[in-house]
C-alpha cells in the first residue's frame, strides 16, 4: 500500500494543528493555576512544607461558616425565584404578541450589566435616601426610612442583595429557558389543542417535560455562578454578609495570604464539581421513558 | 363529554387573556427599565433634590458628579484600562479560538470529543482559582499590575466560549461552499477566507462583543491582579464604599451605558449567542 498523497496526509493533521494553539494556552494559563492553587492551598506558608494548615485556618474561622451559609442560602433563595420568573417570562413572548420582540430585548438587557453596576443601581433605589424611600414617605405609608445597609441592618441587607440578583440574573435563566421553548415543536401543542386540552394540561404534560433538558442547563449554569457570586456583594454589603469568593478576595488582598485564598478556591470549586456532578446524574432527562 | 356551562364568552375570556398578557408584558418591562432610568436619574441630579426627602424624582440636574468621577477620581483612565483589556481580550481570544472552533465544526478527527469535553469543563471552572495562582506568577513574570496580565487572564476565562460559539457560527455556514470553491481551483486557506468568513462574519462579530461585554463586566480577576492599573468594575469595588452616593451613582450610570449600546447594536445575534453558550 503507497502512503497517501501529502496534501491528504495535511489534510488528517489539520485539525490538531488549528486546535494546537488553543489547547497550549488552556494548558498553561487554566492548567498551571489549577496545579499551583493545590499546591499553594496545601503548602505551610512558614515552613513550605506540604501541609493542611491552610483549610485548618480556614475550618477554624467563624467567617468562613457564615459565607458558607450565606452563599447557599442566596442561591437556594435567589435561583427558584429566578427560574419561576424567567418560565413566565418566556412563556409571555412565546405567545409571540404584538411586540414580543421589544419585551424580549428589554428582558435581556440586564444580560449586559454587570454585578457592580446591578449593585449601584439597587442602591439607588433601596438607599436611606433612595427613590423607594422618598417615595414611600412622601405617600406617608413610611414616616422614618427603611434602612436596608449597615451591619446592623445585615437581615434587610439580604434582601437588597435578592432583590439584586433576581433584577440581574434573571435574564440568563431566561435566554436558556426561552431557547428550549423555541425548540418546541407546535405541532404538539396544536395537537393537544385539538384534544381540547387547557393550557394548564399543556403546560403539565407537553412545554414542561420537553423543557427539562433547559431547565437542567439554566439551573447548573446559575448555580456556577451563584457559587462565584461577589461583585454584588461587596458593593452592597462588604463583609457584612460574608461569601465564599468575598473571603477569597479579603484573604488575597487585604491579609495577603495566598494560600487561605487558595484554599477557598479550591473550595468554591470543589463545590461546583460536586453540585454539577449531582446535577447531571440526577436530572438526567428521560427520553426512552414512556407512560 | 358534559357540557359545561361557561361563565365566560368566548370574546370575553379573548380580552381578559390580552389584558393578562400585555398587563404582564408592562409589569415586566417596568420591573427591568426603571431601576435603569433610575440610576440614571441618580447620577445627574444635584445633591440638592438627592438628599431631599420630599422630592421623589429630582427636578435639577447636573454633570458635575459625572465630570468629576471620570476626570477627577480616575475613571477616565480605568474606562481606557477595560476598553485596552476587553480589546486585547477580544484579540488573543479570537486569535486562538477561531481555528479552534473551525477545527471542531469541519472536521471528525480522533479525540474531538475529548478536545470538546476539555473546553467544556474549563468553563466550568471559577475565575477565582484561575485568577489567584496567576498573581504569584504574575509577580515572577513581571506582569503584575499591568494590563496585559489582565487580558491573559480573561481570555483564559472567555476562551472556552469563544470557541463554542465560532464552532456553532462556522457550523451554520454550509460546508458545500467552501467545498465548491475548493472544486473552482481555491485552496483550503483560499476558500477560508472567500467564502466562509466573510458569510460568518456579521455572527463573529456580536460574538465578539459578547466577549467585549463579559471581560468588561469581570470585577474578581481585575479587582485582585492589579493595584493602579484598575480596570472600571476593579476601579470602582475598591474606592466605591468611601465615597458620597452620588458618586457611586454616577459610577453605576457610566458602567451601565457603553454595555447597553453594545446590545442594542447586536440584539438579533446575542440571545441566540447567550443561548448556545450557556446550554
New interface residues.
Partial sequence: MSKPPLGVRIQRFLPYFLFAPALSYIMVLVGYPLIQAVQLAFTDPSTGAFSSVNFQTLFNDPHFWDALRNTFLLALIVIPIQVFLALIIALLINTRFKGHNTLLYIVTLPLTISDVAAGLIWYSILAPRGFLNKFLINVHIISKPIYFFGYAFRHMEFLALVATEVWRATAIVFVIIFAGLQMISRDYLEAAEVFGATFRQKLRYIILPLLKPSLQAALLIRTLFALQIFGVVWILAGRDIPVLAGEAYYWQTDVRNYHVASAYAIIIALISIIISFIYITTLKPHYARRE | MTMRKEIFTPEKKQQIY?LL??G??VI??V???A??A??AL?ALSTPRD??D?????PTSFTLDHMYKLLFVLGAWQALINSILVALLTIGLSF???L??G???S??I?P??DT?KL??LT?R??????????????YIQLGLSDTLVGVA??H??MV??FV?LITSSIFASVPVEYEEAAMIFGLS?AKAFLKVTLPLALPGLAASAIFTF?MS?????VA??LTFTNRTL?AH??TT??ASP?YF??A??LI??IP??I???IA?KY???M??IT??
Fill in positions: 390580552r398578557l400585555y404582564g408584558a415586566v418591562s420591573w427591568i427599565l431601576p435603569i433610575l440610576i441618580a438627592l438628599y426627602i420630599h422630592k421623589v424624582l486569535l486562538l479560538g481555528p479552534a473551525y477545527a471542531l469541519r472536521f478527527f479525540g474531538r478536545l476539555l473546553v474549563t466550568m471552572f471559577p475565575v477565582m482559582i484561575l485568577a489567584i495562582p496567576l498573581t504569584v506568577l491573559l487572564a481570555t483564559s476562551l472556552p470557541i483550503h461585554i468588561w463586566n469581570e470585577v474578581f479587582a485582585i468594575p470602582i469595588l466605591a464604599l452616593d457611586k451613582f459610577a453605576g458602567m451601565t454595555a447597553m453594545f446590545v442594542f440584539r446575542l440571545v441566540t447567550w443561548g450557556l446550554r
